[in-house]
């Protein structure tokens, strides 16, 4: 079975462009969540999608958004990007919800903001 | 929100060695989790814990869940180069099922 796919691995952007990034979830996952990791603050959750619909949000601006297709692919979109977003951005999908949320990542997107 | 500590942050060791790395709180967790994220990658889940006093063996890693399910430690026999990488720690709790992650031990094992 294949694994969390996340396109594209590496983006570079200039300050105040927005960029959006893709999540491909295990198949039969249904929960997508984005988390972004950075050296100071380590990885922090942005939201989680499940059947199309935002379950969960994160505490993070208006300017992180996301959605999630019918068939569990979902994307992530920063509008008006700062240096502060540069970051790696994790997606995980889950089969399911509950006290065994076990979560599978995928390799990330490596944003830099100049 | 509750804050996951881990120490030590940093652990550089020789091929052989045996260590431990710890993940703390004040808060009772539901379940805990432990993670190996290598270079480059995202993080992989090693183990879940969900009961209090819950020790798991997983070939040389032995992962222990306090007693209160306040805390949690990973303990490596026998390092190897292998097992080089950032171990993070996630833990849910309340009604709530999504992680908090702790800001990780990063160790390097020198062969």
């Known amino acids: 079975k294949a694994g969390v796919t996340q396109t594209p691995r590496y983006l570079i952007k200039t300050r105040g462009q927005q960029v959006t990034l893709s999540c491909s979830p295990i198949?039969?996952?249904?929960?997508v969540s984005w988390y972004q990791q950075t050296p100071g603050q380590g990885l922090q959750f942005l939201f989680e999608?499940?059947?199309?619909?935002?379950?969960n949000k994160g505490n993070f601006p208006g300017r992180f958004s996301g959605r999630q297709f019918s068939n569990s692919r979902s994307e992530m979109n920063v509008s008006t990007l700062e240096l502060g977003d540069s970051a790696l951005y994790l997606c995980?999908?889950?089969?399911?919800?509950?006290?065994?949320?076990?979560?599978?990542f995928g390799p990330g997107t490596r944003l830099t903001v100049t | 929100t509750q804050l996951l500590e881990q120490s030590p942050q940093f652990l550089s060791i020789q091929e052989g060695e045996n260590l431990t790395v710890y993940c703390n709180s004040s808060?009772?967790?539901?379940?805990l989790q432990w993670y190996r994220q290598e270079p480059g990658e995202g993080p992989v889940l090693l183990v879940t814990?969900?009961?209090?006093?819950e020790v798991k063996k997983l070939k040389r890693l032995t992962f222990q869940f306090g007693d209160a399910r306040k805390d949690s430690s990973l303990h490596i026999t026998a390092a190897q180069p292998g097992d080089t990488g950032l171990y993070l720690c996630?833990?849910?709790?309340?009604?709530?099922?999504?992680?908090?992650f702790g800001r990780g031990t990063s160790l390097i094992v020198h062969p």
């Open positions: 995980a999908s889950s089969f399911s919800q509950g006290v065994f949320y076990e979560q599978y």
């Open positions: 198949s039969g996952h249904r929960s």
């Open positions: 999608y499940f059947s199309e619909t935002q379950r």
């Open positions: 808060s009772v967790f539901s379940s």
């Open positions: 814990v969900v009961t209090g006093g």
């Open positions: 996630a833990a849910a709790s309340g009604g709530s099922y999504i992680p908090t």
